[in-house]
C-alpha cells in the first residue's frame, strides 16, 4: 500500500485538530476567509416540508412555459447541436451580447455588444471584478446591509467592507462622501462602491433617480469606479423600471446583469458590462477561470429570447411575486408586535424588519425554526457582524397561504420572546 506524503507545515501554526482536515496547514491565506453563508446553513432546515421558509431567495419558477423550453432546447441539439455543445469565447457568444443590450436599454442603457462579458451568473461577475482590482486591505464600499453572496465574495479576496448607511430612498450620499472622505484621510485605497440600487437584497428597498444621480456624481468627483449590481431591475410591481446608474455614465460605473430573475437561475447566465479596458481584464479573468462561459446555456438562452414574449414572461412572474409581497405585508400587519417595523419594497423578493431592542434575531431563529418557521438574521448581510436587529424575509417561493401562516409563526415567536 502506498500512503500519501503530509503536505509540509513547517512554521505553520498547529491546526486544532488534523484527524479532521489534514490539509489544513496548506491553504492560501485567502481559503482561511472563506465561511459557509448563514443562507446556506439555513438550507438543510428549511427545506423541511414542515417548515415555512421565509429564508432562501430562489426565484419561483412555477409560471415559466417548460413545454416550450423544451421544445426549443430539443431544436437546439437537433439543428444546431454540434455548435452549441462545443467550446466558445471567452467573452461569450455575440449574438446573445446584442440580446442583451436590448434587455439594458429597457434601463435606458445604450451599450455596445463589445462591452459586454457573458459572466457564470452575475455572481461570477462579482467574483472577477473583485479578482481583477481588489490586493489584500483594499477597500470596497457597500450599503449597510449588502447581499450576503457579495460579501462572501469580497471576505474571500482579503478585502475591507466600508458599510454606508441608506434611508428610505436607498444608499445615503452624506454617508457616502463621509466614508469616501475618512478613508482617503486613513490613507485607504478604495477600489469601488458596490450598491444594489432597485429592490436591494436585503433591504428591499430602491434608490430614487435624484439618489442616483447624488451616487454618481460623488463618485466620478472622486474618481472611484460603481459596481451596479442589478438582478432585480425588471421585477418592479408598480411602476416602470428606473433607468440605471450605467445610464447616466458610460466610463465610471460597471453594471452587473443576471438572467436568474428574469427568466431560470439553472442556467447561470449573468452578464458584465464594463468601460472597454476593464472589459479586456475580464475577458482575460474569465478565460482563466472558465476557458469560456456554458455555451449550451448561452444557446438556450439566447433561443429563449429569440423565440418567447420573455416580456411577457417577466409581468407573469411580477404578478405572482406581488400578489405574494401583498399576502406578507398583511400577515406581518396582521401578527407581528406593534414595535416592529419593516419596508414595504414595490419590487423584488424581499422585505427588511426592524425588531424591538429587546429581541436578537440570530438568538431567536432555533427558536423560530422550531416553531417552523426560517428566516435570515440580519448580521448575514453586515460585514462587521451587526445587524442582530433585523431579519430578512423572503416572499418569492412559498405560496400566499404559506406566507401568511409563516408570519404568523414567527408573531407568536417574537410575542413569546418580548413576554420572558
Ligand atoms: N446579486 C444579488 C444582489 C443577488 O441577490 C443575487 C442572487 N441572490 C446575485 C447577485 C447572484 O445572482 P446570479 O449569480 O444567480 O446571477
Redesign the pocket.
Known amino acids: 500500500m502506498t500512503t500519501r506524503p503530509l503536505p509540509d507545515r513547517s512554521g505553520v501554526p498547529a491546526p486544532r485538530d488534523t484527524r479532521l482536515d489534514p490539509y489544513v496547514g496548506s491553504y492560501a491565506e485567502r481559503t482561511h476567509q472563506m465561511s459557509a453563508s448563514a443562507v446556506r446553513a439555513l438550507f438543510a432546515v428549511a427545506n423541511r416540508p414542515e417548515v415555512v421558509s421565509l429564508a432562501g ?1 430562489m426565484p419561483n419558477l412555477a409560471d415559466l412555459p417548460l413545454d416550450a423550453i423544451g421544445d426549443t432546447v430539443g431544436r437546439l441539439i437537433v439543428e444546431q447541436g454540434q455548435r452549441a455543445m462545443q467550446y466558445g469565447s471567452g467573452q461569450g457568444e455575440p449574438l446573445l451580447r446584442e440580446q442583451i443590450c436590448e434587455v439594458m436599454a429597457v434601463e435606458g442603457i445604450a451599450a455596445s455588444p463589445d462591452d459586454v462579458l457573458v ?8 467574483t472577477l471584478l473583485t479578482q481583477i482590482f481588489c490586493d489584500p486591505g483594499d477597500v470596497v464600499l457597500c450599503e449597510a446591509p449588502s ?1 450576503v ?2 460579501l462572501g465574495v469580497f471576505r474571500t479576496y482579503q478585502t475591507e467592507v466600508s458599510h454606508v448607511a441608506m434611508d428610505d430612498h436607498g444608499l445615503d450620499p452624506v454617508a457616502l462622501q463621509e466614508a469616501i472622505t475618512a478613508g482617503r484621510a486613513a490613507g485607504r485605497r478604495i477600489k469601488f462602491l458596490y450598491t ?1 440600487p432597485n429592490f ?2 436585503p433591504a428591499g428597498i430602491s434608490q430614487t433617480m435624484q439618489r442616483r444621480q447624488q451616487i454618481q456624481q460623488i463618485c466620478a468627483e472622486a474618481g472611484i469606479l460603481i459596481v451596479e ?4 431591475g425588471l421585477l418592479g410591481f408598480d411602476r416602470d423600471p428606473v433607468p440605471a446608474i450605467r445610464s447616466l455614465d458610460s466610463d465610471g460605473v460597471v453594471y ?6 428574469t427568466f431560470a ?1 439553472g442556467f ?3 452578464w458584465v458590462l464594463a468601460p472597454h479596458a476593464i472589459k479586456e481584464k475580464l475577458v482575460l479573468a474569465q478565460e482563466s477561470a472558465t476557458l469560456c462561459p456554458p455555451i449550451f446555456s448561452q444557446y438556450t438562452v439566447s433561443a429563449y429570447l429569440q423565440d418567447y414574449d420573455w416580456r411577457g414572461q417577466i409581468k407573469k412572474f411580477n404578478a405572482l411575486y406581488r400578489e405574494r409581497r401583498d399576502a406578507m405585508l398583511a400577515g406581518l400587519e396582521a401578527h407581528l408586535p406593534a414595535s416592529t417595523s419593516w419596508t414595504r419594497p414595490e419590487g423584488g ?1 424581499f422585505v427588511w424588519l426592524t425588531i424591538p431592542p429587546e429581541l436578537d434575531a440570530e438568538a431567536m431563529l432555533p427558536r423560530a425554526v422550531s416553531a417552523r418557521v426560517a428566516y435570515v438574521p440580519g448580521n448575514a448581510f453586515y460585514a462587521d457582524g451587526l445587524g442582530t436587529r433585523h431579519i430578512r424575509l423572503s416572499y418569492c417561493l412559498p405560496t400566499p397561504e404559506a406566507i401568511i401562516e409563516g408570519t404568523r409563526r414567527l408573531g407568536e415567536v417574537m410575542n413569546h420572546e418580548l413576554s420572558i
Open positions: 431567495g459572466s457564470v451568473g452575475s455572481q461570477q461577475g462579482l447581499y453572496g457579495a444594489i436591494h437584497n449590481d442589478n438582478p432585480y452587473l446583469g443576471t438572467f436568474s430573475k437561475p447561470r447566465i449573468g423578493f
